[in-house]
Structure formats: structure tokens, C-alpha cells
């Protein structure tokens, strides 16, 4: 089911389909995010070489023949996707209106799409990403955040090719699938609040830089959605989370399961959701697949190495402990569950007693965010390395009849 999740997503197979005829003109590709390197690759083998510059994560380049591919880091951002964000920038001033923009956006542009406001430095921005990402916070209020401070985001990248045309493609990887949340929306325009990104800063206990805090104190610098230089944008969200989930829900009926989606956009700290799937697991009669996506988060409280996927099929086992008939998935679909090079993983029946027999301790693992460790040593891990594409979490709950 995760497989099937993953290859619906694939934009080499979902793309073309909402990709107009090449425009006559200067045709400038551009992009970012986890998928953005595939997209690129699909654009070409549909349209041909063409003219560009697209960021994705370190080891999701893809070849193409006329786009340049730029790796950077991902989700903290380095210094490499700065400067490429800046080309970026180069590429489309000075645009008129007769030329075309095709603008390629997924799941992890906020990261690799970095130019930070006028007075706020990149050590700055690190700093206050990691603080965030540790905080336990919601997506949307970090992207809310990070459009706040960005020259980029908030629909400053389409501003920037007025009065050229541009179309983006996107693929979803947040809850309720609004384009202002895709990498942070830098091809849709944000009315800003910068008070309330001071509020939900101290809501989670992050302190920023003081350049940020200075910056925000001034009221930023939101570029509205009804800004002129927006009036020829179209974004067009082509692949999504809910249509992975039914794809997977297909393949589960078709092997005579039947099947409870819960949604598409969950969220909340992984530990507690998994209580709660837990306690559904129990109650249902198989055979039966319990399927959610969503993005769920982490408060970082150890010292270990995990992810919201892993921590949640954590969670899991130990609520169910050992329940007979129950096995379970938990993996980011991007490939990368938090900041390793892990997917997620799967556990059963047996997991805790795996666990025990390895003289592992699975609630010690959890007090310390340390997932990922725990299922390395049960061998529970699911690895896939690069998908190429990101709709975020996908979970799988299978009860045996």
C-alpha cells in the first residue's frame, strides 16, 4: 500500500497530464522542493530541453537536459540553496510579458528556497528553523513564519517575474492542501501578520534572533494576494495526499479489506495519535486497513534520533502491546522521516518481544525521541532512499480477521 501511495505521486506519471502545449516565447522552468528534480524530468520528457533552474534535497537530483539541477539542504538550509535561490531570482528579473514562467513546487521548497528578508542573516534563519522544528509546532504556523521573513516566499517569487506569465505546478504536502502552504507559497501572495508570528513564536516557546524579532516588530514586508504583479499566476495543485490514500484504499479492498480512511490531513504530536489509532485498532473487527496522512509533529524533549513517523509507530506498538493481528506502516513518502535517511517504519505483534529479546527498551527509546535507533536494532526500519516525490505521511493500520 505505501509502495502504491508512492508511485501515484510520481510526477514521471502524474504530471503530464496538467502540463499545457510548450508556449511559443522564452520558456524559463524554475522550482523547488523534494519532487522539484523529478518534475523537471517529467517537464523535459514532455516539452524537451528546456531553459531553468530547479532546487531539490541533497541525493534527489534527477538528469535532465536543459534544466539545471541545484541539491541543497533540506530542512535546514545551507548556504548552497541560498545562492541558487538568488540565480533563481536572476533568472526571472527582467522578464516581459510575451515570455512564460513554469514554476515547480513540492514539499520542502521552505527549506531549500532560502532568501532571507532584507537584515536577517542565514545563521539567523538556521537557528530559528531548528528552534521550530524542535518546538512541536504545527506546519502551518512555521510556514506561516517563514513567509513572514523570506524575500522569496508569500508570492514574492512570482512577483519577481512580472509581467511574465507563469503557471505552477504543485504537489501537496500539508494539511487541507492550500497552495499558501507549499513551500511556503512563494508563487501566492500573503496578506502578513507579523504580530501573530510573534505570537506564535512565544506560543511555542521559541525566542527568535533579533534581527527577526526587530524585523517582525516592524510589521515585515507581505506582498497581498491581490498585488497586481500576481494577476497572470495560476496555481494548479496536480497531485496530492487524498489521492494516494485511495489508491491505496483500492489496493486494500481489492485484497478483501475493508477499509476506514480517517484523513488526509491529520495532525497533532505523533505519540498521542498513535494512542488514539491504537484504541481504533483494538475496537475494529478485521479484515479491515485503517489509513490516514497528514503531517504529524514531535516535541523534542531527548536526545535521540527519530522522526514524527517513527515516534509514531512507537507509540503504537507500545499501546497495542502485542495485540494479535495487528501490524502497522509509518512513513513519510518523501523517503525521509525527519531529518535521516529513513522513510519510517513497521511493526506487529511480535515487535515488542523483538525488542525484548535484543534487550532493547522501547518506552526508554520513546522518552528520548529515539525511534529511529530502536527500530534499526528490531530491524524495523522501511528505507526506500529518494522518492522522488512528497505527499507527505502515509500510515497503514492492518487488522487480520
Known amino acids: 500500500m505505501f509502495d502504491r501511495a508512492v508511485a501515484v505521486a510520481d510526477p514521471m506519471q502524474s504530471l503530464a497530464a496538467s502540463l499545457p502545449p510548450k508556449p511559443d516565447g522564452r520558456v524559463i522552468v524554475i522550482g523547488a522542493g523534494k519532487a522539484s528534480a523529478r518534475m523537471a524530468e517529467a517537464v523535459e520528457a514532455a516539452w524537451g530541453p528546456c531553459e531553468g533552474l530547479v ?3 541533497y541525493g534527489y537530483g534527477r538528469p535532465c537536459a536543459g534544466i539545471e539541477i541545484v541539491e541543497a539542504a533540506h530542512p535546514v538550509p545551507d548556504a548552497v540553496g541560498v545562492a541558487a535561490t538568488r540565480r533563481i531570482l536572476d533568472l526571472l528579473a527582467g522578464l516581459g510579458e ?35 522544528l524542535a518546538s512541536g509546532a504545527p506546519i502551518g504556523d512555521i510556514n506561516g513564519i517563514r513567509k513572514e521573513i523570506s524575500a522569496v516566499k508569500g508570492g514574492r517569487l512570482a512577483a519577481t517575474a512580472h509581467p511574465a506569465r507563469m503557471l505552477a505546478l504543485m504537489i501537496s504536502d500539508v494539511p487541507g492542501d492550500d497552495p499558501g502552504d507549499i513551500a511556503s507559497g512563494p508563487t501566492v501572495g ?88 491504537a484504541a481504533l ?50 512513513c513519510d513518502t518523501d523517503g525521509v522521516d525527519g531529518a535521516a535517511e529513513v522513510a519510517g517504519a513497521v511493526i506487529g505483534p511480535d515487535t515488542l518481544g523483538q525488542a525484548a529479546g535484543l534487550s532493547v527498551d522501547p518506552t526508554e527509546a520513546l522518552a528520548r ?33
Open 55 to 57: 532546487i531539490t534535497r
Open 98 to 132: 510575451g515570455d512564460f514562467v513554469l514554476a515547480l513546487i513540492s514539499g520542502g521548497g521552505s527549506a531549500l528556497l532560502c532568501a532571507p528578508a532584507d537584515g536577517i542573516a542565514l545563521a539567523e534563519k538556521q537557528a530559528l528553523t531548528q528552534a521550530l
Open 190 to 277: 500573503h496578506r502578513g501578520d507579523a504580530a501573530r508570528a510573534l505570537a506564535t513564536l512565544a506560543r511555542w516557546g521559541v525566542v527568535p534572533p533579533a534581527s527577526i524579532a526587530a524585523f517582525l516588530t516592524a510589521g515585515g514586508d507581505p506582498l497581498p494576494p491581490d498585488d497586481p504583479r500576481l494577476a497572470r499566476v495560476k496555481n494548479v495543485i496536480y497531485a496530492a495526499p487524498a489521492q494516494s490514500l485511495a489508491a491505496a484504499a483500492d489496493l486494500a479492498r481489492a485484497a478483501g479489506y475493508d477499509v476506514d480512511i480517517l484523513g488526509d490531513a491529520l495532525e497533532g504530536e505523533a505519540r498521542e495519535v498513535a494512542m488514539t489509532h
Open 281 to 330: 485498532a483494538r475496537a475494529a473487527k478485521g479484515p479491515r486497513v485503517i489509513l490516514s496522512g497528514g503531517e504529524l509533529t514531535v516535541t523534542r524533549r531527548g536526545d535521540g534520533v527519530g522522526g514524527p513517523n517513527a515516534e509514531y509507530a512507537l507509540a503504537l506498538a507500545i499501546a497495542l502491546d502485542g495485540a494479535p493481528g495487528i501490524h502497522a506502516i509509518a
Open 369 to 401: 525521541n529515539d525511534a529511529h535507533n530502536f527500530f534499526y536494532k528490531i530491524k524495523g526500519q522501511v528505507v526506500t532512499g529518494p522518492t522522488l516525490t512528497n505527499v507527505n505521511d502515509f500510515r497503514a493500520i492492518l487488522i487480520e480477521g
